[in-house]
């Protein structure tokens, strides 16, 4: 089946230890996501990918960076974790309105 | 500044009964509202979309509402069954990559 698998499914950091998240998918997809949920909050969309041409939201933290090697592939790196960036973390891709979620990874900043 | 607003945090309605999702918005440029569920330990999944030139769309069980002068859209599921227990999100964009999210709503269907 296609899909949009993330990895790993559970992350444990320490503060101020860089960390990377990754994403795959089998969609073929060009546009790729990356968004932070915390707790009853909803989805913020941190960057997304439109094929490699990358955009950030204004309001995400230097922290945070992305690379997307190729279409399947995307990661999240997070330079230096705080306490604030426990959360989980949402792929998703498209290639119209409707996007495609990965089940996300939940990050534990310790 | 929350564009897209659900004020309600959780719902509960009986087995065979009409849930009814609420959500609001504050963006006119809006011109795409989708509805995504989300079970625990999965990510979302897409379930029903509404383009801003039409006030209904329906999908089986599933009805989305569009009314634009109030800007507020609901989600109607008839009847409800307890595999519809989930998180429901509502989500709008304007037409380009960046959708906008609510808070979601989390239903439970008691049997």
């Known amino acids: 089946d296609a899909m949009v698998i993330q990895n790993p499914r559970y992350q444990v950091t320490q503060f101020g230890k860089p960390v990377t998240l990754s994403c795959s998918q089998t969609?073929?997809?060009?546009?790729m996501y990356w968004y932070q949920q915390k707790s009853s909050q909803a989805p913020k969309l941190l960057f997304h990918?439109?094929?490699?041409?990358?955009?950030n939201e204004a309001d995400t933290p230097d922290n945070f960076q992305s690379r997307r090697p190729n279409t399947s592939f995307c990661f999240l790196d997070i330079r230096s974790p705080g306490l604030g960036d426990a959360a989980m973390y949402l792929c998703a891709t498209s290639i119209s309105n409707e996007q495609f979620f990965g089940p996300g990874t939940r990050l534990t900043v310790l | 500044d929350q564009q897209v607003k659900q004020n309600s945090p959780s719902l509960s309605v009986q087995e065979g009964r009409i849930s009814i999702l609420n959500c609001d918005y504050t963006n006119s440029m809006f011109d795409y509202f989708l509805w995504y569920k989300k079970y625990p330990a999965e990510g979302p999944t897409f379930l029903i979309s509404?383009?801003?030139?039409?006030d209904k769309n329906e999908d089986g069980r599933f009805t989305v509402f569009l009314n634009k002068s109030a800007k507020h859209l609901s989600l109607h599921i008839v009847p409800s069954q307890p595999g519809d227990s989930a998180v429901y999100f509502c989500?709008?964009?304007?037409?380009?990559?960046?959708?906008?999210f609510g808070a979601g709503t989390r239903l439970f269907v008691k049997a």
């Open positions: 969609l073929n997809h060009n546009v």
């Open positions: 989500a709008a964009n304007t037409g380009g990559f960046k959708t906008i």
């Open positions: 509404i383009s801003s030139i039409k």
């Open positions: 990918y439109y094929d490699k041409d990358f955009n």
